[in-house]
């Protein structure tokens, strides 16, 4: 072991042959986790060395079969099983030093024929109540048609498998309409480290005035040994972002004695990518010329770390760092050594909550969640009951402020088992008056109410959500009355003056986005156009399950409206929130006689506050008890 050196870089995206070359090495370094070790059964181990053909076409001219790998860095993939001409067994490559985590996936495909058939069973997932039981399939995409579509719920089988022992696994049907195409499969929208630090560039390049970056801390460096010397040395950059104006545009009376501070911390799990969107959307909202987006910077100073978990990401980890270590379960027992950039975090935090002129308010730790729908909130749970109610104030704004919000999914506890989670430890690390959360995205997409359809989240989709927080911390100041009512009066024309174009650009930018999308009428009215396609396309929730033949869909415009309603069945659920959001005695409003022109009569909702205080555990107990027996 002392004298193992690898010759090649194990993230690089290299052809089989250069992979297999050095498959003893990767398989004596397996134990490590260090390499990524792919096995393909009846292959050479090392290349004929007098073919010429292995050279050509990155190195398969003479490989008739299919070459499955990671796409370079933050791809994961761990060993591809032959199982016939029609029928390949996956594995996905376990964390580095951690082999429990195994859900997050991305690879491509290359070397395929033209309609070529195949069965990819993905059969090593360590998670099984998931959303994939409800319909939630994997993302395609390839090198002529560059934009993800997610997979037709008919060529995507979640079941149990008698062939391998029982568990349930993944099978995906493919049939490949290009030869010369590189496919490429991938279980969310992947966001690699690569493109988070182009993208700060450039928000730093164009938006250096209100924009403020910094290097925090770097990530850890990996040795084999103290032999050897560093092999693959990490030690990665984590940024923090400040966003506000330096200096204020609004007159005496409104100007703000102290700012208030939002600190934000996301990818702590590097398989969560639709935080990472949710992260940028945030962001560009926060940079762009919005009136809301101004207030907030008027009046509110932005601390955001996109990336805590650069190690992770970069390696293609599904919930862990380099060293195994899952870093949102570290917070009260972190390590400067294995840890430094919870290290670098927390100092950051307790620098602000330290300074008499700081004013830290809030702290949110963005996540995305595998097995519910919708975006929620975790919390906390307090002695005091007037700091609760005040904990519970920003949920109920940000239920009442965007359509997607699924209340009965939060939860504010005191868990013992979630202890080292930032939330449950910043809660007491931090001044009284902090707000601790953790916010989460579903991975696949939410409810309207009184619906069982289920609306798929896609990349805008996810930064949409991220401007809906930034709406939401707006309407939380507006309502305690942070930002004055004159500051926002200040923002609207005056009365009697009609809108510039450039004002109403400004203000229904992001309507007019959605509004590119084609509605067409069932019934077929006058008026209507288009091609008189039954199908309808939702303006505010945007694309919906694609039905793509036999990989993606010939018509670009095609966006299919998902007929059969879906119920989502997770076997770790509590009680009837993992299910459908539709309670006893309420009625799907496309069914029945209903009139929708009849108001809803109006109720007082009643927060069950011994049920939000209750760990998972405690209300699985309830909901058992409750439940007539059979």
């Avoid at 193992?4 to 992979?19: A, G, I, Q, V």
């Avoid at 949110?364 to 009951?385: I, R």
């Avoid at 018509?555 to 959001?581: A, E, G, H, Y």
Wanted: hydrophobic share 35%; glycine share 6%; charged share 25%.
């Amino acid at each position: 072991m002392a004298g193992c050196m690898l010759p090649y870089d194990p993230l690089e995206h290299t052809n089989m042959f250069s992979k297999a070359g050095h498959a003893l090495i990767s398989l004596f370094c397996t134990t490590l986790n260090f390499d990524i070790f792919f096995y393909f059964v009846n292959r050479p181990v090392f290349p004929p060395t007098e073919s010429e053909e292995s050279d050509e076409e990155d190195g398969t001219g003479n490989v008739t079969r299919m070459v499955m790998r990671p796409p370079g860095h933050s791809g994961n993939l761990g060993r591809v099983d032959y199982i016939s001409e029609f029928e390949y067994d996956l594995y996905i490559r376990s964390d580095s030093c951690n082999p429990r985590h195994r859900f997050w996936f991305n690879f491509t495909i290359d070397n395929v024929r033209l309609d070529q058939r195949v069965i990819l069973n993905i059969v090593n997932f360590s998670r099984e109540s998931t959303l994939l039981s409800a319909g939630l399939t994997p993302l395609i995409k390839s090198i002529t048609r560059p934009h993800w579509e997610r997979m037709p719920t008919t060529q995507v089988i979640y079941h149990q498998s008698p062939h391998h022992g029982n568990r349930y696994i993944l099978s995906l049907a493919l049939n490949f309409d290009v030869e010369e195409d590189v496919y490429q499969l991938a279980l969310t929208y992947p966001y690699s480290f690569s493109r988070l630090q182009f993208y700060l560039d450039l928000v730093d390049e164009h938006f250096s005035s209100i924009v403020h970056r910094e290097t925090i801390g770097n990530s850890i460096e990996q040795r084999l040994n103290r032999f050897i010397s560093c092999v693959h040395q990490q030690n990665r950059s984590v940024d923090l972002l400040t966003i506000t104006n330096q200096a204020t545009d609004c007159d005496e009376e409104a100007k703000p004695t102290r700012k208030k501070t939002v600190f934000v911390i996301c990818r702590s799990h590097p398989g969560e990518s639709p935080a990472s969107y949710v992260c940028q959307g945030l962001i560009d909202f926060l940079v762009s010329s919005e009136p809301i987006a101004r207030a907030l910077r008027e009046f509110v100073e932005f601390k955001i770390i996109p990336m805590i978990n650069p190690d992770g990401v970069f390696n293609g980890n599904e919930r862990s760092s380099m060293v195994g270590a899952d870093l949102n379960r570290v917070w009260n027992d972190y390590s400067e050594f294995f840890h430094p950039t919870v290290k670098a975090a927390m100092d950051a935090i307790r620098h602000l909550d330290e300074q008499p002129d700081s004013n830290l308010e809030f702290i949110l730790d963005l996540h995305a969640h595998h097995s519910l729908l919708g975006t929620f909130l975790y919390g906390n749970s307090y002695d005091d009951f007037l700091r609760f109610e005040r904990h519970l104030l920003f949920g109920k704004i940000y239920s009442q402020t965007v359509e997607d919000f699924c209340m009965g999914n939060c939860m504010y506890n005191k868990d013992n088992l979630k202890a080292g989670t930032a939330r449950r430890y910043l809660s007491h690390a931090v001044k009284e008056h902090v707000n601790v959360y953790s916010f989460f995205i579903s991975m696949m997409g939410f409810q309207l109410p009184n619906s069982t359809d289920i609306h798929l989240y896609d990349e805008e989709g996810y930064q949409r959500a991220g401007r809906n927080l930034a709406r939401a911390l707006f309407e939380y100041y507006k309502i305690v009355g942070h930002i004055p009512a004159s500051y926002i009066q200040s923002l609207q024309p005056a009365p009697g003056r009609k809108k510039t174009k450039y004002e109403v650009a400004s203000t229904y930018r992001n309507f007019r986005s959605e509004g590119k999308q084609i509605v067409n009428r069932i019934d077929g009215k006058e008026g209507d156009e288009g091609d008189g396609s039954a199908f309808a396309s939702y303006r505010r929730a945007n694309r919906l399950i694609l039905e793509i033949e036999p990989c993606f869909a010939q018509n670009p415009s095609f966006r299919p409206f998902l007929r059969k309603p879906v119920t989502i069945q997770v076997k770790d659920s509590m009680d009837s929130r993992s299910t459908t959001p539709l309670s006893n005695g309420q009625s799907s409003s496309s069914g029945g006689n209903s009139d929708p022109k009849v108001p809803s009569i109006p109720s007082l909702s009643v927060i069950d506050f011994s049920s939000l205080t209750m760990s998972r555990k405690e209300l699985r107990q309830l909901h058992r008890r409750n439940s007539p027996s059979i």
